[in-house]
């Protein structure tokens, strides 16, 4: 007898859902001998986070996220949330009663990310299946873990800033948008998803608008059970708002409006939320048009927003609005995440592809397929698709202004990749062709197969032209070669002092010997951002960086590549003087160390 097809794709999805688990556990186990190794050559803010969890742990206050180790007295403010550090270091704590802290640290760094992956495993499988069928849930879980920027990066081991947990949360929230069953218990999640979410950080405040947005409008429609998930999503968003304000803000700190976190702008953004998707649902009676309900809801929208515009309009420049201009274009124009889709396209065609191009082809795909399909699918799969796709869709326009803005396109992502591919596949099922085929195949080496595609272009493209894939020389890359434990634990044989260096430097410097830094790439502090560029373009500007940060040494990658306007590291690497500087011997071969001698600031403080 022949097997049910239901029961074989049901079979199917549950040995994918435990395949993918078991490689994580796998990928887990192999690469706790060298995490170490691949934690301080990789992210800044993994290691900050770290160095954040290890100040509380040693009994930093909870309410204070300052980094003191960086432009040392006042040190410089975060605008992170203690509630992740709570998380990675009740973790920590608990290994630590049966190992040494190193021991425990370095265990965390590979648990943490893994946890988190597997549930976004079981989060995707089990929420598409809900939606779409097993089919569809497996092959989101395979765009889980093949996906470049979920499974190589944001969830890999010793990944430990923010974003895989923002990712996780805003999963959370798309699939409860979504879900067909039991609307309100749906939406009081959701929105708590997304209070989480807001408190963690601000990256997701696009996407949660836009999520609040559709629910209005469905609930205005009258579609099944959309008020009652409308007024779990607003209500519960703007209580868990509250306590995760409450609950990391010191009270000195409640009236302070910042743009960066869950502060007073924030909050009177929730508020009107609120107020404007709840009021006109409450009024139905007397507002018995659906476009009667939407107006109503524009108007509370715009009044609520003219009584708190003093709180609003600042933030309206975004994070960096406070910075000077030159530093605000220094973020836009050398930091590559900050960089948009076009000029990844242009300057690193290989990443654009990897991990810009998945995302375009599947909303195309997905827009195509839903006006296909439209007739034929239930009306609870095509609404839910169509919520997905706009989701999605935010997140691939934003990546054209700033391409870190995939990640809002993770909690879609996976989703969509199985709607596509499932139903190419069933499109050729019924009807067999060489142009459903050849549609298969692109989409899967497009969106399924960057990651191989990836790795095997960039070798041979290195092996044909001897560069790398952005045109840089082979290991000429900007600070790599220096950016390894062992490399920068040399430095620990100088006397603890107050080190200048380059912006990619701060964070490995603080992580790994006991000195001071006085650059980090955090717009809290502009100081700390120019240091580490600026100071480094021309003789005045580091003499002007010197007498300001108090330096004791300013330290030098000899392998690193310098830009154009860096004069000051190339005078000082070809022999000649600077004003203000002397080099030292220095054992370590991969630093040149040049002592201030016209800034004896004693670096003990």
């Not at 603890?496 to 790439?521: D, E, M, Q, V």
Request: proline letters at 6%; hydrophobic letters at 55%.
């Amino acid at each position: 007898m022949a097997a049910n097809p239901t029961s074989r794709a049901e079979t199917m999805f549950k040995v994918a859902t435990l395949l993918a688990i078991v490689f994580v556990i796998v990928r887990a186990v192999q690469s706790y001998p060298s995490i170490q190794d691949v934690f301080y050559s990789a992210d800044n803010d993994d290691m900050m986070r770290l160095l954040s969890v290890r100040d509380w742990l040693n009994g930093q206050s909870w309410f204070d996220m300052t980094q003191y180790r960086v432009l040392p007295p006042e040190g410089i403010p975060m605008h992170w949330s203690r509630f992740v550090d709570l998380g990675i270091g009740g973790i920590i704590s608990l290994f630590h009663l049966f190992m040494p802290m190193n021991q425990a640290e370095n265990l965390t760094l590979v648990v943490w990310p893994s946890m988190l992956l597997v549930a976004m495993v079981l989060l995707t499988g089990c929420g598409t299946r809900k939606i779409l069928g097993p089919n569809a849930a497996s092959v989101a879980i395979l765009s889980t873990m093949v996906w470049l920027p979920l499974f190589n990066r944001h969830f890999a081991p010793g990944h430990i800033d923010h974003h895989n947990v923002q990712i996780l949360i805003t999963t959370i929230l798309a699939y409860a948008l979504i879900w067909p069953v039991r609307p309100l218990r749906a939406g009081l999640i959701g929105g708590a998803a997304a209070a989480c979410s807001l408190v963690v950080g601000l990256e997701m405040l696009v996407l949660i608008v836009l999520a609040g947005a559709m629910l209005t409008i469905r609930a205005s429609f009258y579609r099944p059970g959309a008020g009652r998930k409308l007024i779990g999503f607003c209500s519960s968003l703007l209580v868990v708002s509250i306590l995760g304000f409450l609950g990391q803000t010191a009270p000195s700190q409640w009236f302070v409006p910042y743009c960066d976190a869950m502060a007073t702008p924030v909050l009177s953004l929730i508020m009107i939320s609120a107020a404007a998707c709840m009021i006109p649902i409450a009024a139905a009676r007397w507002l018995p048009s659906p476009w009667a309900r939407l107006a109503a809801t524009a108007a509370i929208v715009l009044g609520s927003q003219w009584l708190f515009w003093s709180l609003i309009q600042p933030c309206l420049a975004g994070p960096y609005g406070a910075l000077p201009l030159e530093v605000q274009n220094l973020i836009r124009n050398n930091i590559s995440e900050a960089q948009g889709a076009v000029a990844v396209f242009l300057l690193r065609p290989f990443q654009f592809y990897a991990e810009v191009a998945p995302q375009i082809v599947a909303v195309l795909f997905a827009i195509s397929l839903w006006l296909l399909r439209f007739r034929k699918a239930s009306g609870a799969e095509s609404e839910a698709v169509v919520q997905i796709i706009a989701l999605v869709f935010v997140g691939v326009v934003g990546m054209f202004y700033q391409v870190r803005m995939l990640v809002l396109t993770a909690a879609g992502f996976p989703f969509l990749v199985g709607y596509v591919i499932n139903c190419l596949i069933q499109g050729w099922q019924q009807n067999p062709s060489p142009r459903r085929a050849v549609l298969i195949g692109v989409s899967a080496a497009v969106i399924l197969m960057p990651a191989d595609i990836y790795w095997n272009g960039r070798a041979i493209w290195r092996m044909v032209t001897g560069l790398d894939a952005d045109g840089a020389q082979v290991n000429k890359m900007l600070d790599d070669r220096c950016r390894t434990k062992a490399v920068m634990q040399e430095l620990d044989q100088l006397p603890k002092a107050r080190i200048l260096t380059r912006l990619n430097f701060g964070a490995p410097l603080i992580s790994l010997t006991h000195h001071y830094a006085l650059t980090a790439p955090y717009h809290r502090s502009a100081d700390a951002f120019w240091n580490g560029e600026f100071a480094f373009y021309t003789e005045a500007n580091m003499e002007k960086a010197l007498a300001k940060t108090g330096a004791n040494y300013v330290v030098l990658c000899r392998d690193a590549s310098y830009g154009t306007y860096e004069a000051v590291p190339k005078a000082l690497l070809a022999g000649k003087t600077v004003a203000g500087l002397r080099q030292i011997d220095f054992p370590g071969k991969d630093f040149a160390v040049f002592e201030v001698i016209a800034n004896p600031t004693a670096a003990s403080q």
